[in-house]
């Protein structure tokens, strides 16, 4: 069917953002796709632009709709806390700043079907959502059911499947489940997620801090140390490699994560890693060890680090060992983060 003009919009005189820079030129939209970008004032461009919407950038940048593939949006922690962006709410701002796809998660905890957690997503951000959206499934209960159930939902679209190796008794697989899973992955052909920080022995560390009254926030960070994530991921790429299945670590942190993706990446393994802004730009010292609502706010996992890390991320996303730069977006009010205030175990801080 023929395009009308009434479908068509003109954006001139921008300066067009691609992967070789910003350059002068004019953007013809058809539908919903970019139909060609074309020198400013062309034939082309005058063509195209009679009868249709022409938008005048003059002075500004025009830049590609950002993808942001891992947000969480209304998610509940507890009864007392869920993320306070709504599907409507957050993919609005997201619009407003020039994300016009975001990633969400279908979240299976232990116990629960597959398909009630994802019919129950949708069923969320059903016409509520300003901007284009898809879903990963995290998954918490790696049995024999769900493995099956991850053939229909690829057949359905849902092709990443995100797995925990902290948060036990809620979203934590041990290296058996880990290795089924990313073999049912292999076989599918989709994308394996790994939230790599080492659970069993962060929790460990994290009462014994409790033990001996070290509640404050920075202990959030003191007790999921560094190492702890590296460790986590070298783990995780070691079986993905084991299963030949695709690996993507979520939310890399750390200098010690980063090694390890170095380290499988040279060994030829398909693993990829992406980091957050968060981990790009704030630190332990100068956000996280702060005393009251300042030090609480800023409870993430995993942690902030210390700044000297924020150079060798970059370097990372430089030479292209960190694929990936996401938000990782769970954000939460002041009067959940103060649930904390006592024992920093309680403050909400995103199952990242």
């Known amino acids: 069917m023929a395009m009308s003009s009434t479908d068509v919009v003109v954006i001139r005189g921008g300066q067009v953002v691609s992967t070789s820079g910003a350059t002068a030129a004019d953007v013809i939209v058809e539908g919903e796709r970019i139909a060609a970008v074309v020198a400013p ?34 998610l509940p922690m507890s009864p007392e806390a869920t993320s306070s962006d709504t599907f409507a709410t957050g993919t609005t701002a997201a619009a407003w700043g020039g994300t016009t796809t975001v990633i969400d998660f279908a979240g299976q905890m232990k116990g629960m079907h597959v398909r009630d957690a994802v019919e129950q997503r949708l069923a969320e951000a059903e016409g509520q959502c300003a901007i284009d959206y898809g879903l ?15 053939g229909t939902l690829v057949d359905e679209g849902i ?35 790994i939230h790599a920080e080492n659970g069993i022995a962060i929790d460990v560390l994290r009462d014994q801090a ?11 960070g003191r007790t999921r140390p560094s190492r702890l994530e590296g460790e986590a991921v070298h783990r ?40 957050c802004p968060q981990y790009l730009y704030l630190s332990i010292d100068e956000h996280l060890d702060q005393p009251g609502l300042d030090g609480l706010r800023h409870i993430c996992s995993p942690p902030l680090r210390p700044s000297t890390t924020h150079d060798t991320l970059w370097q990372g996303l430089r030479r292209d060992e960190l694929a990936v730069v996401s938000t990782d977006h769970c954000p939460f009010c002041d009067t959940e983060k103060l649930l904390g205030t006592d024992d920093f175990r309680v403050a909400p801080n995103g199952l990242g």
């Open 159 to 193: 092709t990443s499947f995100k797995f925990f190796m902290a948060y036990p008794g809620v979203y934590y697989s041990d290296d058996g489940q880990l290795l089924q899973a990313f073999q049912r992955c292999a076989d599918l052909g989709s994308m394996a997620m």
């Open 210 to 220: 409790a033990s001996r009254g070290d509640t404050g926030s920075v202990w959030h």
């Open 136 to 150: 990963h499934l995290s998954m918490g209960g790696v049995d024999e059911a769900a493995l099956k159930e991850m």
């Open 236 to 275: 995780a790429a070691a079986l993905a490699e084991v299963a030949g299945a695709p690996l993507y670590i979520v939310h890399l942190s750390s200098s010690d994560a980063l090694e390890q993706v170095t380290w499988a990446r040279q060994r030829g393994l398909n693993v990829f890693a992406e980091t």
């Open 41 to 74: 004032g062309s034939a082309a461009s005058t063509a195209a632009a009679e009868g249709a919407r022409v938008v005048d950038a003059d002075g500004c940048y025009v830049v590609p709709g950002g993808v942001d593939v891992h947000v969480h949006l209304q």
